[in-house]
């Protein structure tokens, strides 16, 4: 048994930019809030700098050295809590979403550049193209971030790492807020493992405004914390060796105790080669799509 406290966040965007800096305290504030249950992991949402006119240049800092970073490396130390915060980086002339990771100590210990672009996102924004998992001291964190969500193959490819939780840093919006979190329940039971969202909310919550609605989704797929459509912190106790039982008795059982064994043990990778040919060898796209102006 491995017990840890995932803990996620809502934030306000109503008013970003009533006064600079105010994103950034929201965020600092959630990390104080959240740091009443003793949590083992904080995630914060998607490119939190973006979102304040402080940072209004969108280009992003060097990671770890810029000062946005120092600023919540110094948080996640005060607050003795891991953090995964989303944020801009500027390396190499070039800027990335990413979701950067910092331990209890304040260390900076890695970080995942988001590998699917939302549309027009790639006219300032450059892909990364590698999934990393994290080791911190209670267990195994790997980390995809909003438009992510849409393509399960890089939630196994984290899975297949030993990845125990997958935070997911967003700023997206729903209608209703179903399809979302019926896509983030799956990538959790599918992979078996522990999701932790965290998002943005707009108050009063309105069809197509951010949602918040952050949650700790266990690998049934059961929401086990959940902020609701208002700004918030949650938390959840959970244990990481818990995934669903298969089943089966006798030798079936002995070979696949868990779903997860069921689930990333019976893949067959060599049926699959079509996921890696060139797009124009595909037919999926729509001849007669409906447009509306």
């Given amino acids: 048994m491995r017990k840890a406290r995932l803990a996620t966040t809502s934030i306000l965007l109503n008013d970003n930019n009533i006064h600079p800096g105010l994103m950034i305290e929201r965020g600092l504030t959630a990390i104080k809030q959240a740091a009443q249950w003793k949590p083992d ?22 990671i770890p050295g810029g000062q946005l970073f120092g600023m919540f490396a110094d948080a996640a130390h005060k607050a003795d809590s891991n953090l995964v915060i989303g944020m801009r980086e500027l390396s ?3 800027t ?20 699917h672009l939302a549309p027009s996102e790639d006219e300032s924004t450059t892909a990364g193209d590698d999934y990393p998992v994290f080791e911190l001291d209670f267990g195994r964190v790997g980390i995809m ?3 992510d969500v849409h393509y399960p193959e890089p939630w196994t490819i984290l899975a297949l790492q030993g990845a125990d939780v997958i935070a997911h840093p967003t700023m997206w919006r729903d209608y209703t807020g179903d399809m979302l979190e019926s896509i983030v329940n799956a990538r959790a039971i599918d992979n078996q493992v522990y999701v932790v969202t965290s998002h943005y ?16 989704i266990d690998p049934y797929g059961r929401t086990l914390a959940d902020t609701s459509h208002k700004p918030g912190v949650c938390c959840a106790e959970v244990d990481l060796d818990q995934c669903a039982e298969y089943w089966a008795t006798g030798e079936l059982k002995r070979n696949y105790p868990t779903l997860k064994e069921c689930f ?3 893949r067959r990778p060599e049926t699959y080669k079509i996921l890696t040919r060139p797009d124009s060898e595909n037919s999926w796209k729509i001849q007669n799509p409906t447009l509306s102006e």
């Fill in 96 to 115: 990335y979403n990413i979701g950067a990771v910092i331990d209890r100590h304040g260390k900076f210990i890695g970080k995942y550049s988001k590998t």
């Fill in 201 to 216: 909310i707009q108050t009063p919550f309105l069809t197509g405004n951010s949602q918040g609605h952050a949650r700790v």
């Fill in 145 to 147: 971030i909003c438009m």
């Fill in 264 to 266: 990333l043990g019976m």
């Fill in 41 to 62: 992991l904080i995630v914060l949402p998607e490119e939190l700098d973006l979102m304040d006119s402080a940072y209004s240049s969108g280009k992003g800092e060097e």
């Fill in 92 to 94: 190499d002339g070039r």
